[in-house]
Each structure stands twice: as C-alpha cells, then as structure tokens.
DNA sequence: GTAAAATCTGCAACTTTGTTGCATATTATT
DNA sequence: AATAATATGCAACAAAGTTGCAGATTTTAC
C-alpha cells in the first residue's frame, strides 16, 4: 500500500535524526505526506490500512517524530490533535491553517506567509506563530 | 464574594441578547472579566468558590455564552478549552495569545492586531483569524 | 403577585481522547 | 550471532467533554 518512494524518504529523514526506522514510523510519515494536511490519530489509524496500529504506537511515534521536529501540532477547532509534516514550515512558522464553517475540511494555505507579530509589550520574547483561519472553502462558498 | 459592579454588567450583557439572567451565567461572567484571559471549565470551577457549579452546567453556560458571541473559543497549546469574553475582539479576529515555552503562563496581547490574511487561492472566503504566539514572557526571558 | 411556560441545573452514566506500566518484539551495534 | 537499545501492544487508567432526564429557576402573561 505505501509507495516504496515515499518509504524512501521516510526512511532518509528517520536516518537523518537518529531514530529507529520502524514499520510504524515509515508509515505514519508517509501517510501524513500523502495527506498533505494535518491528521488526527485517528485518521492516522483509518489510513494505515491493515496495519492495525495500536493508537499507543500512533502517539507515541507522533510523540518521537514531534521530539525531533520532523512531525508539527497544529492548532485546530477540532478536538482531537492534529499532526502534519513540518516541511512546510519555516523556523518561525508554519503556513496558516483555514477551516471551512460549512464542511469542516481543513486547507493548509501554503504560500501566504503572514508576517512575524512584534509584541507592543516590552519582554516578551515571540519564538513560534501559528495563525488558524476560518471561513468558505472554494466548494461551499 | 463577586463584586457588585461586575453583576451589574453581567446582567446587562445577558440582557442584551436575551439569555436569562441566572447566577450560573453571572458568576461566569464576572470570573471572565476579572481574569482578562482566557480559562478552561476547571479553571473557572476552581474560582467560583463554593458556589460550586457542575462541570455540566459550566460547559453548557459556556456554550450558550459561545451561541450569542459573548464569549469565544481561544486557541492554546493546553488540552483543555479555553474561553474568554470577546469584548476585546473584532468581527473579524481576536487579539493573539501568548503562551510562555518556560512557565506555561497564558497572555492575552492586545493593542496588536496583525494584518487580516488574505488567501493566494481563489475562492476561500476568510471570516475570522485568529493568531497564536509561543515564547518567553517577561518573567522568564 | 401568581400561574404557566420557558429555560436552566445537577446528577449519573457515558463517550472521546490521550497516558502509563509492563512484558514482548524489533532494530541497531559490536 | 549476541547484546544493547528502543519500539510495540495490551490492559488499565485519566482527563475532558456530552447526554438524558427529573427537579429547580427565571421569565412572561394575566
Ligand atoms: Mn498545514
Ligand atoms: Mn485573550
Ligand atoms: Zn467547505
Ligand atoms: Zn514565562
């Protein structure tokens, strides 16, 4: 079911920061770059087939990728984490994420890179920022 | 143990959008304008002294507080929900939050309104943004 | 002010989402 | 191949949020 090109890589960036390369890992990676937006564990789950993977495994292997900056969290109005590749983000900040009000779908807008805030308050150090939007997707507008 | 003043404009609020005026939405309210940030269901049980509200009745004062638009949904890097008054939003967004990577602290910037987002892909409608911060507070830099 | 209608509240039981401990299996290193 | 290091699955648990329903409050109509 998982490409061998997609294997490939998942193995080279497991490679690349040291972590075991396990059937769980490679998975979890290429599923999440095959989805090209965030997914909660249990899209994970759904998505990896009859591999079956333990929903322990499932978090703690985002946990492992996240650790090593391979895998981001990112914000959503849902309830559930949501985890996706960080290779689309930048040291200071991943492309926004837009949620549709009338479907629910998640878009990630690659491209539009909002600039850094500078806090008006003296002190504050602002490492990360994550901007969430919210509207009509092109189908429910 | 809830100053007089903040009922009074309780009252008024609920008032104005034709919520009935209960000591459960009250009391709310006012830990919602003391605190001036955002707070989760347990946060606001702990403040509530021994009035001791269910969480249930918490989360459904929240809700329809949420309905009216009295009160929203802040974004954090926390399990829990978080909400806050919106008197200090825009239609269009809230002033971004802060969370400090050493104390865990929340802070709620105003007076930063960063540019609305404009998408680079046809047809997404964008009605609301809502913008996340992570770094030291003044505390811990 | 009182009765009726409308809406809230608390409790108990439940669902969803995420975590911990531990024994076993897999991966990497020598 | 043997050993050390790490990952996995299972079961049990914890935290966060929801639902149904009976009884309590609040509002509205008189
Ligand atoms: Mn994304
Ligand atoms: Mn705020
Ligand atoms: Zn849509
Ligand atoms: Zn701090």
């Known amino acids: 079911m998982i490409d061998s090109n997609l ?5 080279k960036m497991l490679k690349a920061v040291k972590l075991y390369c396990t059937s769980g890992r490679i998975d979890i990676l290429a599923i999440l770059m095959k989805a090209g937006k965030p997914l909660s564990q249990e899209q994970i789950a759904r998505r990896s087939g009859e591999k079956h993977f333990d929903k322990v495994t499932i978090y703690r ?24 590749l960080a290779h689309n983000c930048t040291e200071h900040q991943c492309h926004p994420h837009f949620t549709c009000t009338n479907c629910g779908n998640i878009h990630c807008l690659m491209g539009m890179s909002l600039p850094m805030a500078k806090s008006p308050y003296k002190g504050f150090v602002i490492n990360r920022q994550q901007v969430w939007l919210e509207g009509l997707c092109p189908a429910c507008a």
Chains 1, 2 share one sequence.
Not at 7 to 11: I, Q, S, V
């Open 61 to 84: 292997t985002l946990e492992s990728l996240l650790k090593v900056g391979l895998v981001h969290k990112a914000f959503m109005d849902k309830r559930a984490w949501h985890f996706e």
């Open 7 to 11: 294997e490939m890589k998942a193995r």
